[in-house]
C-alpha cells in the first residue's frame, strides 16, 4: 500500500463536516439521532479513531476526528454508507442521502484545537437549537454534555480535550467552561469552507488544497510557517494540486484581461443578465481557465462571473 499523504497521516487531525443532499433532514427523531452515534461509536472502536468534539444539527454533522491507522476517508465513506442505509430502510426511501463528499479541514497547529472545540459544541447554540451554553449542558446530541458529566459514547476522548486545558479534570473543567461562555467570535464563513477568523486564518490562506480528489473544501488550519511548510510537502509529493491565494488572485487578473480582449468586451459585461451568444462564450471560456488555471471552485467561479454554480456547471458542458 502506498504512503499515506500527510493530510491523512495517523495522529493527524481533521474537522469534518458531513451534509445532506438538498438540505433534507438527516434526522427525524431521536431514534434516528442513537442510530448514527452508536455507527459513529462502532467505527470508532473498530479503526481505533479518537473522537474529540462532536455536534447533530438538523441536515449535517461536525466531527473533530483524530486519525489512526484507518484513512479519514474510509472511516467517513462507511460511517455515512451504513447510516444511509439505515435511514433510507427505516424511512423507505432511496437515493443518496449525504451530499457526494465530506468536507474537512487538517488542523495542522494544536494550537487552534481549543477554538475548533468550541466551535463544534457550539453549533446548536448559534443554529439556534438550545438556546444558551448553559442549556448546552443538558442536550444530548453534542459532545459538550459529555465532557461535563464524563459519561461519552464509545471512541469520545473527553480526558484529551480536558487536557488541553488543565492537569486535574477540576480546574481543566473549569478553564473549558470559560471559553464555551465567552462571547468573543471565534469563527467566520469564508467561501465553502469553515475556517478560523482574520487573525488566525492568515496562514489558512497559503494553501487550500485543490484537485479533482481534493475538494476546495478541504482547507488546512495552522501558523503559516507549518502551513507553508505542508504545501511544500504535499506539492513535491505530486498527488495534490495547491494553490496559493495570493499568486491565484494575480492569474485571475491575467484571465480576465485575456478573455476581455478576445471577446472585445468589458468587465462589467460579464455580469450582464443576458444570453448573448457572444457573452456565453466569453463565460465559458472565462469559467474552463478559472478552474482549470487559478484552481478556483464552482462556486468561486460563479460568484465572480455573477452566476450560479449550476450556471458554470451549464457553461462547463457548452461546446
Not at 473522537?51 to 461536525?62: E, R
Request: hydrophobic share 40%; glycine share 8%; net charge positive.
Amino acid at each position: 500500500m502506498g504512503r499515506r499523504a500527510r493530510l491523512d497521516q495517523t495522529d493527524s487531525l481533521h474537522h469534518v463536516m458531513a451534509r445532506t443532499v438538498e438540505r433534507r433532514l438527516l434526522f427525524m427523531d431521536d431514534t434516528d439521532r442513537a442510530a448514527f452515534l452508536d455507527t459513529l461509536s462502532q467505527l470508532c472502536a473498530v479503526s481505533e479513531t479518537g473522537l474529540l468534539a462532536w455536534a447533530l444539527m438538523d441536515s449535517h454533522v461536525h466531527l473533530l476526528i483524530r486519525c489512526g491507522d484507518f484513512p479519514l476517508s474510509r472511516f467517513m465513506q462507511q460511517l455515512l454508507s451504513r447510516y444511509a442505509r439505515y435511514f433510507n430502510r427505516r424511512h423507505g426511501r432511496t437515493g443518496h442521502l449525504f451530499e457526494s463528499r465530506f468536507r474537512s479541514i487538517l488542523i495542522n497547529d494544536e494550537a487552534y484545537l481549543t477554538t475548533v472545540v468550541r466551535y463544534i459544541h457550539l453549533n446548536p447554540v448559534l443554529a439556534g437549537m438550545v438556546d444558551s451554553v448553559d442549556d448546552l449542558a443538558r442536550y444530548p446530541w453534542t459532545g459538550h454534555r459529555s465532557i461535563i458529566s464524563g459519561i461519552s459514547i464509545n471512541g469520545q476522548d473527553t480526558k484529551a480535550v480536558l487536557s488541553m486545558f488543565g492537569s486535574d479534570r477540576e480546574s481543566a473543567l473549569a478553564a473549558y467552561l470559560k471559553m464555551m461562555s465567552s462571547d468573543s467570535p471565534a469563527w467566520e464563513y469564508v467561501g465553502e469552507g469553515f475556517i478560523l477568523g482574520s487573525r488566525g486564518m492568515s496562514a489558512g490562506r497559503v494553501s487550500d488544497l485543490m484537485s479533482e480528489r481534493t475538494p476546495s473544501s478541504r482547507r488546512v488550519l495552522g501558523d503559516r510557517k507549518s502551513t507553508a511548510e505542508l504545501a511544500t510537502s504535499l506539492k513535491a509529493d505530486g498527488r495534490h494540486g495547491i494553490r496559493d491565494r495570493d499568486s491565484s488572485r494575480g492569474k485571475i487578473e491575467e484571465i480576465f484581461r485575456d478573455i476581455l480582449d478576445q471577446f472585445g468586451l468589458e468587465r462589467r459585461d460579464l455580469m450582464k443578465k443576458s444570453r448573448n451568444g457572444t457573452l456565453t462564450a466569453a463565460r465559458a471560456a472565462a469559467a474552463r481557465r478559472l478552474i482549470t488555471e487559478a484552481g478556483l471552485n464552482m462556486t468561486e467561479t460563479g460568484r465572480l462571473l455573477g452566476i450560479t454554480r449550476q450556471g458554470v456547471s451549464y457553461l462547463l458542458n457548452c461546446k
